[in-house]
């Protein structure tokens, strides 16, 4: 009997892989037997990643719809989209100026909409696919440095459920996975100091910060054919946070 966990013969591409959340979701497909492809601006870091995983790489930054329409055609066909970069400019909701706006739209929000607009007609054309856009914790409460994530990330995963919508029908599910505190580069970035980092771990219900395998098994989850039936939806793997 074929696993439902299986996806040998799967073609898989992941954004935002040569570290963090991207990296161990492209681990863990490439571990269930899907063909992987993974891509990232800096190819140094990309190229370790890709040969340590057995993947392989296309350089890309998604923040440019050039790069994006470059890598998808080098990719060629794929089953298993999952959409990752890193976070959008940060700062009071008061002081972010439109350029950080225009940047964190383009790389925060357009990314998924072109990589999955690039994609999706493959997928339902073969009656098949998945798309997964990491999003964050910030969508369900906003915190109050990362008012570009809180608003573009509400606005991805609502963009993410009008897609399911259209596509559901043709085998194609769509849908997001919201990381909370996952101990990565990012969130060295996000926190000021140790204290801040110490005062927010005590507000996590499961009292440390989760890992990105932990995020990683959820995506590989939605890729595989025993979640075909779950489509539009948000997975937050927090620890509790948003309990
Ligand atoms: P990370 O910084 O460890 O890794 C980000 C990856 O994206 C790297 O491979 C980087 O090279 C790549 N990348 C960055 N900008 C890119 C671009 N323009 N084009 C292509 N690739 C690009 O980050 P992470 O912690 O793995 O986070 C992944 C996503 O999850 C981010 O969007 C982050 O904001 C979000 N998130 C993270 C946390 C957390 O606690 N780590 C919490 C909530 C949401």
């Known amino acids: 009997m074929t696993s439902l966990f299986d996806l040998s013969g799967k073609r898989a591409l992941v954004t935002g892989a040569s570290k963090g ?33 057995g993947a392989r790489a296309i350089v890309a930054d998604v923040s440019h719809a050039a790069e994006i329409e470059r890598l998808v055609q080098e990719a060629g066909e794929i089953d298993i989209l999952v959409s990752n970069a890193g976070g959008p400019p940060t700062g009071l909701p008061s002081l972010v100026d439109d350029e950080g706006w225009q940047r964190g739209f383009e790389l925060t929000f357009m990314s998924t909409v072109r990589l999955s607009r690039a994609l999706v007609g493959g997928m339902r054309a073969r009656g098949w696919g998945r798309v997964i856009t990491i999003t964050s914790l910030t969508v369900g409460r906003p915190s109050l440095g990362l008012p570009v994530s809180n608003a573009l990330r509400a606005g991805v995963t609502n963009f993410a459920r009008s897609l399911a919508l259209e596509v559901a029908r043709d085998g194609v599910t769509v849908n997001t996975v919201a990381p909370g505190y996952t101990a990565t580069e990012r ?23 989760g890992s990105a395998d932990e995020v990683a098994s959820a995506v590989a989850y939605l890729s595989t054919a025993g979640a075909a039936y779950i489509t539009g939806q948000e997975i937050l793997v927090d620890g509790g946070w948003s309990i």
């Open 187 to 209: 969130l060295q970035e996000v926190f000021k100091s140790p204290e801040d980092a110490e005062r927010v771990m005590s507000r996590i219900p499961a009292a440390r910060f």
């Open 21 to 53: 959340i991207g990296l161990a979701s492209a681990r863990l497909l490439s571990q269930l037997g899907a063909q992987v492809t993974v891509s990232a601006r800096g190819e140094a870091d990309l190229v370790r990643a890709a040969s340590e995983i």
